[in-house]
């Protein structure tokens, strides 16, 4: 796995922010893309599409329960320069993704309607909501897949592939959207449905090149057949080592997912239709607010994956900081941009003046809610990338429930503020988690959870300064 070398590269901050920040824009893009253009479908459409794309974020997050636990792990093994070992990391992870894709797809293409009967929709948000799922959904192996081989191309310091990937799906995501809702070429206007068939044709040609990039970049030439050929202990352990990781990870992101449905059922039961749709449209923006805190966050544990794999973890504690210091001045900047522009933005996808006033009341407490984000995220990813997931999952468990939940029904329903109290507990839970994750990251009780032992680091010189040199 020659081609997956990476350690003798300068693998610097910027390097890997700025192609995963353009990455992750595109990724944010799709959602954007639909909502504006279903905009002007119908508002309860984008209501539908919100609700369901809830749920497939959770399912990202549960497929990202392996692609996270196998990039921290690559990364450290590049960082121990152990190739060998992170090149059967990637294998087991792809096929293990592919599987489980497999299984969920089928569940939902049974049983998306019964998930979605749970929130307490009106009709025509339901409908919008299920046509959507029950087609996104039933391809769903075909983000597993693909995000996998995203985090393994990442973790060997190609993130500017995804990124072009991902360019080129949403170029024909926009095509198909136009031609599915406007009837354009002669296709037939199928709204929400076509809506959701141009988004999974776009991610099936994404994967194929993508696949075609892993093999090329990182020599990586995944088959069915080797993985099983692979001792079952060996496997086992490689599971093992990724679900340490993984799991934590993937559980807190996912509590963090399931707590948003729980508040946005609060939100369509107690608040009304008005209140539900200015929740969509706002978090869609806000999507791009957050952007470069976890684009930040990313590149910086792919940093300390490596840096913790060769052993250098003064190296890993100093890049945490000096990345959080910039991702919170970023985000505050930005943040204020959205106060000062945010009912210009709403206007873009909406004419109803009561979804823009409150949306701009929203921005206004956004000014404070994302620098604490920011905390999380790059704080978070850091503490992820040095091995300490367990942490971050409890934490999660009780601030998510105890204030973003709670609060979220006590501001807003019983002291009837609505929207605003529900936005006011987001900031009181992203300020929570930050700060306690920051006392963590300072204790460095972290440094004693690498998955890498010393048997497993081959080859690393003790002088060796050509590893992200960025960091001195």
């Known amino acids: 796995m020659e081609k997956g070398q990476v350690l003798d590269k300068r693998i610097t901050l910027f390097a890997l922010l700025w192609p995963i920040l353009i990455e992750t824009f595109l990724r944010m893009l799709f959602g954007t893309v639909d909502t504006f253009m279903l905009s002007g479908y119908n508002d309860n459409a984008v209501a539908g599409v919100g609700a369901a794309n809830q749920y497939v974020s959770i399912l990202i997050l549960l497929f990202q329960m392996v692609s996270g636990g196998s990039s921290i792990i690559i990364s450290q093994y590049l960082g121990a320069r152990n190739n060998k070992k992170a090149s059967d990391v990637a294998m087991v992870s792809i096929m293990f993704n592919l599987v489980f894709g497999l299984f969920i797809s089928v569940i939902l293409l049974v ?31 075909i983000q597993a897949v693909s995000i996998t081989i995203s985090a393994i191309l990442r973790s060997h310091g190609h993130v500017k592939y995804p990124m072009y990937v991902n360019m080129g799906a949403n170029a024909l995501n926009i095509l198909g959207n136009f031609m599915f809702i406007y009837g354009m070429f002669g296709m037939p206007v199928l709204g929400v449905k076509g809506v959701a068939i141009s988004t999974v044709s776009s991610q099936l040609i994404g994967l194929i090149v993508i696949f ?89 544990q792919i940093m300390i994956g490596h840096l913790i794999g060769a052993g250098r973890t003064d190296d890993a504690y100093k890049t945490c900081l000096r990345s959080l210091k910039i991702a919170v001045t970023v985000s505050f900047i930005v943040a204020v941009m959205f106060f000062i522009f945010g009912k210009v933005f709403l206007g873009f996808f909406t004419d109803n003046e009561n979804i823009i006033t409150i949306g701009g009341m929203l921005f206004a407490i956004t000014v404070i809610l994302e620098p604490g984000r920011s905390f999380n995220l790059v704080v978070g990813f850091s503490l992820k990338g040095a091995g300490d997931a367990r942490f971050i999952l409890y934490l999660g468990l009780v601030s998510m429930w105890s204030v973003a939940v709670f609060m979220s029904y006590f501001l807003g329903v019983v002291l009837h503020l609505g929207l605003i109290g529900v936005w006011t507990a987001f900031a009181m839970d992203e300020w929570i988690r930050g700060i306690v994750m920051l006392k963590r990251w300072r204790s460095r009780a972290w440094e004693k959870m690498s998955v890498v032992s010393k048997e497993d680091k081959v080859g690393i010189e003790t002088k060796d300064e050509e590893l992200l040199q960025s960091v001195n």
């Open 111 to 141: 049983f998306s309607g019964k998930i979605l009967g749970l929130m307490n929709f009106q009709r025509d948000v339901y409908q919008y909501s299920k046509e959507f799922l029950s087609i996104l959904g039933s391809f769903s192996f």
């Open 212 to 300: 075609i990039i892993l093999k090329n970049k990182v020599g990586l030439r995944f088959s069915v057949v080797e993985v099983l050929k692979m001792p079952k202990n060996a496997i086992a352990q490689i599971l093992k080592s990724i679900f340490k990781i993984g799991g934590p990870s993937a559980g807190e992101s996912i509590s963090y997912n399931i707590s948003q449905v729980v508040i946005t059922g609060l939100i369509a039961t107690y608040m009304g239709e008005y209140a539900l749709q200015t929740r969509f449209y706002v978090f869609n923006l806000m999507f791009y607010i957050m952007l470069f805190g976890l684009a930040t966050g990313q590149a910086t």
